[in-house]
Structure formats: structure tokens, C-alpha cells
């Protein structure tokens, strides 16, 4: 056996045993097949979250299409099929998606989040891009044109704010507060939607039903998004509603890589160093998604802060892209460190001490239920029994956490630590594209246009 096909047959078995993990946060669903959910369905966090399967779907996309025969390539391209199918049904009559969803398609959102839409829209393009790859027949080809426009449209319409040249957002990918306003991870997640379902119009809608204004507003828009969020020689995270540049490090610096765009480069490399330099936690190490200043009202530390795994996988997925394949490597080694004995990835982690002064300091004097539904994130009208709902399920999670999650570590300065949500069914997503970026088997994700 050649040193080639040792490292593929590596690859493969690695591979397997990630999706082998995805596929325990799958629930079967008998119209659609596999639904691809957060976390196992007894967990927390037992919907579909649109994010969550579009950062799936991306790494499914690169395993159905690879010229590498792998194990779980059908795997991957079966729940691609059913999360785009279950994506067109669950569509808003506007044209919207929500937060999440329960597995019959009911809108289970609390907050405002308006990157869902990009996500839909990337979901089903993947989808459609990798069918005509492959040569797949595609049910209802049409039907998903019209669910394409009709997001296309919602987002230009409503999202899209014509003067700046860019789309707000009240909460995105963090939930809370301090996303509201002109945020790099939304703006470039709409990006990504439009140059999918441009790619889409331009292979597969012979009959033009996806109207070609939205296509032809994306080349103003990619011109718009790439200057307005670079400040100081780097990438910025947001311009809050007010004009204000933050300036702050957050982990969503890395989204012009994470959607496949970089026409600045050495920008791009001065934003992951700034990351690493300001967001590497000192005890855990990895990467926090942003400083937990948790006295800020808009800041959510979730079980006590700490660093986040699914982000420090993207973090390696840069290093192999720019080539250091050996800072890559000591990347995904840290996240091996902190698998549990099942080879579960958690969400992220935190230390015992950070643990026990979060459930004093912020969970038992009720801080954090305020953060977490504070009025201006939270849909208007919001149905009750949904806070009620999923404060009980943080209720229930800090409780495991406390009791099955900790390891203790008296030679820790900080007792040891705990893991939380695990397994993530995104951090194995993650940690398997870094594993093909390292392999260089991946489809190209730096745009020229």
C-alpha cells in the first residue's frame, strides 16, 4: 500500500467515525428521511436550526462531490436531499425561516435572527448543486426556484438596507444582544446565498424563475460587503445600529474565510491573529467566540465561558488552508484532548470554577434568563410556552452539566472543567471539513469574482 492510499484509508476511517456521531444527531422522519438535528433528540436541543444544518451542509457538500470514493459519501448527499426538501416546506409565506424547528416543520423560534434566511437559501443551492454534480434526478426542480426567489426577495425587501449596502440583523449566531445591527457573519452569510442560487440560475433554472434583479444586485453587494467591514488593516465584526465600528474580537472575524471569500488576504491573516492573541483562553486554551464580559447585559457566558469547539475547528480549517499544516494539526489535537470517552466533541467548555460562580453569580439570581430573553431579541408576540419551553431545558442542562459533566482536576488552577453539549453535532461537522482541507480534498472555497 502506497503512503497515498495509507493516508486516504486514515482519512476515510476518520471520516466515518464523525459522521458516525452526526448521524446520532439525526432523527428519522418519514416524509423526508434523515433530519439533521443540533444535538441527540433527548437533548437540549432537539430542532433543526437552519445554521447549524448549513454549516453541515457545506461539509456534506465536499464529501458527496469528492473524486475520493469515502464510506459516508451517500450518507452525506441522503441528509443534503432531505434537509433541502424539509428547507422548501418549512419556508414562511413571506419568504423566511426561523431559529429553529420542530421535526413537522413548526417554527419553534424565540429570537430574531434574520441570518436564517441566507442559511435556507444555502441549504437548498448546496443541495441542487451537488444533485446536477452528481447527476441525481430532482423532484419538484421547480418548486425549488419559486422557495429560492420567494427567500431572495423576503431578504432584498425586508432585510436589505439599500443606502448602506448591507443587511441588518437583530441577533445571528450569537443570540444575543450584541449581534443587532450590520454584523461581518450576516452580511457575508447573504453573500454566500447569493452566489449560490446565482450559480443555481445560471446551471439549472432554464425557465428564469429565479429573477435575475437579485442576481445582478450581488455584484454591487460583494463590492459593498468585502470594504465596509475591513478597519485597522483587518476584518471588523459589526457596525452597531447607531454607526459605531466595533472593533471588538470575536470569533465571527473568520467569516469571509468560513464563506469562501478572500480577496484580502493578508487582512484576512492579521483578523486570525488578532483572534488568537485576544480570544485563546489561558486555561483550556482554543479560542472563547468572544471576551466574557459577562457584566454586559448583551454578553452570554452559557454555563461559564470558555472556549468553543466548532470554532477552533474553523480556526484549523485556516491554518490548513494558508498552509501551516503544523499549527492546524496542534488545533485539532486540543480538541481531541477534551473528547469525551465516547469521542463526543462538546459545544464548548468551561472550568469548574467558571461553572460554579455562572450557577451562583448569573443562573440562581436569574441574570441569565434575562439576558436570555431580553424583549428587543426576542420575536414580537413570542408565544410563552416556547420561553417557558426552553428555560426549563437550560434548567435541565445546567443540572446534567453540574452532575454527569465535570472532570474534576485538582492540579487545574481552576478545579478542572466542564463539558457542555456533547456531543454537537456542528463540532463534528467542523473538525471533519478541517480534516479535508488538510488532506487538500476539499471544492474550492476562494472566490476570484
Not at 54 to 65: D, E, P, S, W
Not at 158 to 169: A, C, H, I, V
Not at 182 to 203: G, R
Request: hydrophobic share 35%; with cysteine.
Amino acid at each position: 500500500m502506497t503512503k497515498r492510499s495509507k493516508e486516504l484509508t486514515k482519512l476515510n476511517d476518520q471520516l466515518n467515525e464523525h459522521m458516525d456521531i452526526i448521524l446520532k444527531c439525526t432523527i428519522e422522519n418519514k416524509k423526508y428521511g434523515k433530519l439533521l438535528l443540533a444535538s441527540p433528540p433527548t437533548s437540549r436541543y432537539p430542532y433543526v436550526y437552519p445554521r447549524d444544518t448549513n454549516c453541515a451542509t457545506q461539509l456534506m457538500r465536499r464529501l458527496a462531490g469528492s473524486t475520493n470514493d469515502y464510506d459516508c459519501r451517500e450518507q452525506a448527499f441522503k441528509i443534503m436531499e432531505s434537509m433541502a426538501y424539509f428547507m422548501k416546506d418549512c419556508i414562511s409565506p413571506e419568504g423566511s425561516w426561523g431559529q429553529r424547528y420542530n421535526l413537522d416543520g413548526e417554527d419553534k423560534s424565540i429570537y430574531k435572527q434574520e441570518d436564517n434566511v441566507a442559511h435556507g437559501i444555502a441549504i437548498i443551492c448546496n443541495y441542487l448543486l451537488t444533485a446536477r454534480f452528481l447527476k441525481r434526478q430532482v423532484k419538484d426542480m421547480d418548486d425549488f426556484f419559486v422557495c429560492i426567489n420567494k427567500a431572495l426577495d423576503y431578504s432584498y425587501t425586508k432585510l436589505y438596507e439599500k443606502e448602506l449596502n448591507l443587511f441588518y440583523s437583530t441577533t445571528s449566531i450569537h443570540e444575543s444582544a450584541m449581534e443587532e445591527g450590520y454584523t461581518c457573519w450576516v452580511n457575508f452569510s447573504f453573500l454566500y446565498a447569493y452566489s449560490l442560487a446565482n450559480e443555481v440560475a445560471d446551471k439549472k433554472d432554464k425557465k428564469n424563475i429565479i429573477k435575475a434583479d437579485f442576481l445582478n444586485f450581488r455584484h454591487q453587494f460583494l463590492y459593498s460587503v468585502s470594504e465596509l467591514f475591513i478597519g485597522d488593516n483587518r476584518y471588523i465584526r459589526r457596525t452597531d445600529p447607531d454607526g459605531t465600528r466595533d472593533m471588538r474580537p470575536d470569533f465571527t472575524l473568520l467569516s469571509p474565510f468560513y464563506f469562501g471569500f478572500l480577496h484580502y488576504k493578508t487582512q484576512m491573516e492579521n483578523s486570525v491573529n488578532y483572534i488568537e492573541k485576544q480570544l485563546w483562553d489561558p486555561e483550556l486554551g482554543m479560542i472563547m467566540r468572544y471576551l466574557p464580559f459577562y457584566k454586559d447585559f448583551s454578553t452570554h457566558v452559557h454555563a461559564g465561558n470558555g472556549p468553543w469547539l466548532q470554532y477552533t475547528a474553523v480556526l484549523a480549517q485556516f491554518h490548513y488552508w494558508n498552509g501551516n499544516i503544523s499549527r492546524g494539526d496542534e488545533l485539532l489535537k486540543m480538541i481531541d484532548s477534551y473528547k469525551n470517552e465516547k469521542g463526543e466533541i462538546p459545544e464548548h467548555l468551561s472550568t469548574c470554577q467558571r461553572f460554579e460562580e455562572f450557577m451562583e453569580r448569573e443562573w440562581n439570581t436569574g441574570i441569565d434568563f434575562q439576558k436570555e430573553f431580553y424583549k428587543p431579541i426576542l420575536l414580537d408576540n413570542v408565544d410563552f410556552d416556547k420561553i417557558l419551553e426552553e428555560a426549563n431545558n437550560m434548567h435541565k442542562s445546567y443540572e446534567e452539566t453540574g452532575s454527569h459533566c465535570i472532570i474534576r482536576d485538582h492540579k487545574r488552577s481552576e478545579g478542572g472543567y466542564i463539558q457542555f453539549a456533547a456531543p454537537l453535532m456542528w463540532s463534528h461537522a467542523e473538525y471533519a471539513r478541517a480534516l479535508l482541507l488538510r488532506a487538500g480534498d476539499w471544492w474550492k472555497i476562494h472566490r476570484e469574482e
